[in-house]
């Protein structure tokens, strides 16, 4: 059960757009569409933000897309706003039917 | 409103045990998978267990070694996580989440602090 990969950190200025990968194998993030998003504020609750890879819970700015290709899954923000400041963290199943967490990215808001 | 408290977190010497719980309100319990997930002081997300809406089946991380044991009880609509043996690395914040079909969490509590140190 390795940890999904994400780079440690990303940047953007404010109205720009940014993408975060999450790279995993064929036995969790390209075996399923099962792949999910969370944002963590500073002594926070995670929060969903993407789920079943594209799929946004009611809520959720439209700003924010997710997809897929092969064993790596993307975040992007679109129109980063200062507020969208967090970590961010992908999550998949896995065929042992266990779930898995990315490493985490520091998203900077320049 | 869906409200997961979870609760019995603290200070333990490393080889000793605790019970966490957590009542959930707001949704219906049983028809839901539930997990627990950790978060190490200054460190990422870790899957730690899950169990299935009726508590029938189970999953655990493979570093815990059988040294922790999920379970529910839908009639109080309350989550457990029994931890034996523990050790400093265990410390972190605990928090429970729904899970749903899609492997995904959109219920999370507010988290409980365990800490292992002698």
């Known amino acids: 059960q390795s940890a999904l990969t994400q780079p440690a950190s990303v940047s953007g200025s404010p109205g720009q757009s940014i993408t975060i990968s999450c790279t995993g194998t064929?036995?969790?993030?390209?075996?399923?569409?099962?792949v999910s998003w969370y944002q963590q504020h500073p002594g926070k609750a995670p929060k969903l933000m993407i789920y079943?890879?594209?799929k946004r819970p009611s809520g959720v700015s439209n700003r924010f897309s997710g997809s897929k290709s092969g064993n790596t899954a993307s975040l992007t923000i679109s129109g980063l706003q200062t507020e969208d400041e967090a970590d961010y963290y992908c999550?998949?199943?896995?065929?042992?039917?266990?779930?898995?967490f990315g490493g985490g990215t520091k998203l900077t808001v320049l | 409103e869906v409200q997961l408290l979870e609760s019995g977190g603290g200070l333990v010497q490393p080889g000793g045990s605790l019970r966490l719980s957590c009542a959930a309100s707001?949704?219906?319990?049983?028809?839901?998978?539930m997990s627990w997930v950790r978060q190490a002081p200054g460190k990422g997300l870790e899957w730690v267990s899950s169990?299935?809406?009726?508590?029938?089946?189970?999953y655990y991380a493979d570093s815990l070694k059988g040294r922790f044991t999920i379970s529910r009880d839908n009639s109080k609509n309350t989550l457990y996580l029994q931890m034996n043996s523990l050790r400093a690395e265990d410390s972190a914040i605990y928090y429970c989440?729904?899970?749903?079909?899609?492997?995904?969490?959109?219920?999370w509590g507010q988290g409980t602090l365990v800490t292992v140190s002698s």
């Open positions: 999550s998949s199943s896995t065929s042992s039917s266990t779930r898995v």
């Open positions: 064929s036995s969790d993030v390209g075996g399923f569409n099962s």
């Open positions: 169990i299935s809406g009726n508590g029938a089946t189970t």
């Open positions: 079943e890879v594209s």
């Open positions: 707001g949704f219906t319990f049983s028809a839901y998978a």
């Open positions: 989440a729904n899970v749903r079909p899609g492997a995904f969490s959109e219920y």
